[in-house]
Each structure stands twice: as C-alpha cells, then as structure tokens.
C-alpha cells in the first residue's frame, strides 16, 4: 500500500531562515510520481513541483529546492531565506498506482 | 479559462439528506479527481475518472457516487449525509492521469448537523 509521510506537522521560523520540510513515501510500483503543494491560509492548492521516479535529480526554482533520494525514499523541500508569504500548509504527495497525499507540514514564517 | 470550477463554496446539511457537488472544468483534461481533506489527514482520494464513462473507487469511497458523463463534469453526491462527512472537498483535474499535475477548484466547505 502506497504511504506518504510528512513527519513534521508545524513549523515555525522567523523570517529569513532556511527550512526544510520533509516527506517519505512507500511505494511498491517502480515507476511513480511525486508532488510538492502548497495551501495559502486562502484555501487553494497551488501546485510547486513533480518529479518521476526515475529522475532523481535535485531541482532549484528561485528559493526552492527539493531533494529526491530514492535510497531513502525521501522527496524532501527547502526554503532558503524564507518570508512571510511562504506561511501556508505543504503537502507531499505519490502517484503511483493512485495519488496519495501526506497530512501536510505547516509552515509559519514570522517577521 | 476558468480552470476548474466548484459549486457550492459552502453547505450545511441535515443528517440523511442528500446532496451534489458539481465541479468543471473547461481544459478538456481526461482525468479527474475528488478529495477531502480533514484536519492532520492531507487529502484523501474519494472517487477518480480517467475519462468520460469511466470512474473508479479512490480510498474512501463508502457514501459517496460520480459519474462522468461528459469529459468536463464530474459531480460528487452524497447519497444520506452523516456527521463524518463533515469536511472540506476538492475536486481537481490534470491532462491525463494522476501522474501529471493536478489542478484543484476553490473547495466546497460541507457542514453536516
């Protein structure tokens, strides 16, 4: 059965910190996708990144990086220099034979 | 483009009533999904459908149906709400399946009394 894990529930840091927020997943299929979104205190989910099961090469978009290790079974996000505006609930998530998401990390960036 | 749409955005229910929750979208994606999401529990797969005519059960099905009859709907319907269904639901759609990025509507909030 497939299984994300998102250890940390909340986090709280002040601005300008680096955070790193982490997620591992259980799957039995070999090949497999998996996601970063976000949830503002606004509600929507704002899609951040995919990833397949073969590539596991980081990936840096601005402030954002993300770390896939397929030894450990980890996909895991960093904030570098975090700021107010990254305030909101992180979900990893696993596609494989269906999309499973984790509980979510909240993440609390204070000034 | 609208993207994907949800109504209502807010319902109260009485236990045993029933209900639907109608979501669209105008990108004419093949696959589609609905979620609820509880607190400390992410969001879990209720029902999909990679393409009209075909639906499929997610993780927690029991008391919910769909149906696709067209590429762009996707309806949710409570068949006899109950208190445990009390949560906020996400319908989301992606190109072609659940391996591709999904696009989420703006959540319907569902109260059940």
């Known amino acids: 059965a497939q299984k994300v894990t998102q250890a940390q529930t909340e986090i709280s840091v002040v601005e300008k910190e680096d955070v790193t927020l982490d997620c591992v997943y259980e799957?039995?299929?070999?090949?497999?996708?998996l996601f970063w979104y976000k949830q503002p205190p606004s509600g929507e989910l704002v899609f951040l990144i995919r990833r397949n099961s073969f590539d596991e090469q980081n990936e840096i978009s601005g402030r954002y990086s993300w770390n896939f290790q397929k030894s450990t079974s980890s996909f895991n996000f960093t904030i570098t220099a975090s700021q107010v505006v990254d305030s909101a609930v992180y979900f990893c998530?696993?596609?494989?034979?269906?999309?499973?998401f984790g509980g979510g990390t909240r993440l609390m960036v204070k000034p | 483009n609208a993207g994907v749409t949800q109504t209502p955005k807010f319902q109260v229910l009485k236990t045993g009533q029933s209900m639907t929750l109608q979501c669209a979208q105008d990108m004419n994606h093949e696959y589609m999904s609905w979620y609820r999401q509880d607190p400390g529990m992410g969001l879990r797969l209720i029902h999909y459908s990679v393409g009209a005519g075909i639906t499929d059960q997610g993780e927690v099905p029991n008391g919910y149906n769909v149906s696709r009859s067209t590429t762009e709907d996707f309806p949710l319907r409570l068949l006899s709400a109950a208190p445990s269904q009390t949560s906020v639901y996400f319908c989301?759609?992606?190109?072609?399946?659940?391996?591709?990025?999904?696009?989420f509507g703006p959540g319907t909030r569902l109260t059940v009394l």
């Open positions: 799957t039995r299929d070999t090949t497999y996708y």
């Open positions: 989301a759609s992606s190109y072609r399946t659940r391996g591709d990025e999904q696009f």
């Open positions: 998530a696993n596609a494989g034979n269906m999309l499973t």
